[in-house]
């Protein structure tokens, strides 16, 4: 098992900028596909990021295509999302994640076999 822990979030104005950053415990880090979800008030929690094993295959929801950036320093067993141009409907908990596989087109909660605490994110309009 993995252990993730979050940071980064916070509260922002719309059109702002945040880091996440989740930094896993254990050598197997390395080895799989790790991400992020996130989950607004009365919503389910849905996927928004996810990053290959390497580092070589990004993969973005279709509502933060073009405004975040996911990253990953398998030295330092931490994936980042960087956060761009963040809007009022981007406010949710995001949580960090760790797949059961190298890589994959299709990312959902089932594949998920860890999962982090969460962080707030609030984007003020």
């Known amino acids: 098992q993995v252990q993730l822990v979050e940071s980064g979030g916070g509260l922002v104005q719309a059109g702002g900028s945040l880091r996440l950053s989740c930094a896993a415990s254990?050598?197997?880090?390395?080895?799989?596909?790790v991400g992020w979800f996130r989950q607004a008030p009365g919503n389910e929690r849905e996927f928004v990021s996810a990053i290959s094993w390497n580092g070589n295959s990004p993969y973005y929801a279709d509502s933060v295509k073009g405004r975040f950036t996911i990253s990953r320093d398998n030295a330092k067993n931490t994936v980042y999302l960087q956060m761009n141009s963040l809007k009022p409907e981007d406010t949710a908990v995001y949580y960090c994640?760790?797949?059961?596989?190298?890589?994959?087109?299709?990312?959902?909660?089932?594949?998920?076999?860890?999962w982090g605490q969460g962080t707030q994110v609030t984007v003020s309009s």
């Open positions: 994640a760790r797949f059961k596989f190298r890589y994959s087109t299709d990312y959902y909660e089932g594949s998920v076999a860890d």
């Open positions: 254990g050598r197997t880090f390395s080895v799989y596909a």
